[in-house]
């Protein structure tokens, strides 16, 4: 059993690192352009999914930030959902903006002491280039090119939900709200966890949105659920937050299975 457990664990963070394929959604209408980075030397691909009122108005438009936002990877099946939450007046319009992978393993992983993770990702910091071209390089393509508002955020799943955690204690206010599944918290021996109570002692005053969730896969629910504990006792005041524990889900299932509830708690006002 033991040999059984550390094989499904070590397939778990494997599958959480590579770039992944999606299942086959409807691709929604958008638009797609290419934008080149000097932050991770590269040209990156962009989706944009506008809302239904976005073409007829005048209106400026909230934006949620994705990566792993690829066509063939979360992008179709995110947009659709807004639609069709947007379309039954489930949430406000938001603008999505999905970034499509190169190299996931490389932009969303942040540093690591931990030798034995370098046979899932690299151990240098590629997130915090991957971080500085979101907020340096596509969020000012994104401001001029469409009609925004400052209000944003970022979604992500697995290593995208590493990533999503990572920027809310090292950048806070890069986004007003974080929604994060099945975050990858297991990286460089849990450390984003273990200091989570120092990290929070350090955010600003701007009033900040927090969802996340954790499925079976418990080299990660552990981590989310000793996360949420830590919450509990150290919450700050300007910090609006909601763990929804999922036992019943799988890393496979997850992020299907809670996007909805996620974007109508993250994207309501509270």
């Not at 929604?179 to 200091?195: F, K, V």
Request: charged share 20%; with cysteine.
């Amino acid at each position: 059993m033991n040999k059984l457990y550390l094989f499904l664990s070590l397939a778990i963070i494997t599958i959480s690192c590579v770039n992944k394929p999606q299942q086959l959604d409807p691709i929604p209408e958008h638009d797609n352009f290419t934008l080149n980075s000097t932050f991770v030397n590269e040209t990156r691909v962009i989706n944009v999914w506008l809302p239904p009122t976005y073409k007829n108005g005048t209106t400026d438009f909230p934006v949620i930030y994705m990566p792993d936002g690829g066509i063939k990877e979360d992008f179709p099946h995110i947009a659709n959902t807004l639609s069709k939450l947007v379309g039954n007046k489930s949430i406000p319009p938001f603008i999505l903006v999905g970034i499509e992978n190169t190299d996931r393993r490389k932009d969303l992983s942040g540093v690591s002491v931990v030798k034995t993770d370098a046979e899932y990702c690299p151990l240098t910091d590629g997130a915090k280039n991957f971080r500085a071209f979101i907020t340096k390089e596509l969020m000012p393509k994104i401001n001029t090119t469409y009609r925004t508002t400052n209000y944003k955020g970022i979604i992500g799943e697995s290593l995208s939900g590493l990533f999503v955690m990572e920027t809310l204690f090292l950048e806070p206010t890069a986004f007003n709200f974080y929604i994060a599944m099945d975050p990858s918290l297991w990286w460089n021996n849990n450390y984003l966890e273990q200091n989570a109570s120092r990290y929070l002692a350090n955010l600003p005053k701007q009033k900040t949105k927090l969802w996340f969730a954790g499925s079976d896969a418990k080299d990660i629910y552990k981590h989310t659920t000793n996360l949420s504990e830590t919450l509990k006792k150290n919450t700050p005041k300007n910090l609006i937050w909601n763990y929804s524990p999922e036992p019943k889900e799988q890393h496979n299932t997850i992020f299907r299975a809670t996007k909805e509830k996620a974007l109508i708690w993250s994207l309501n006002t509270n």
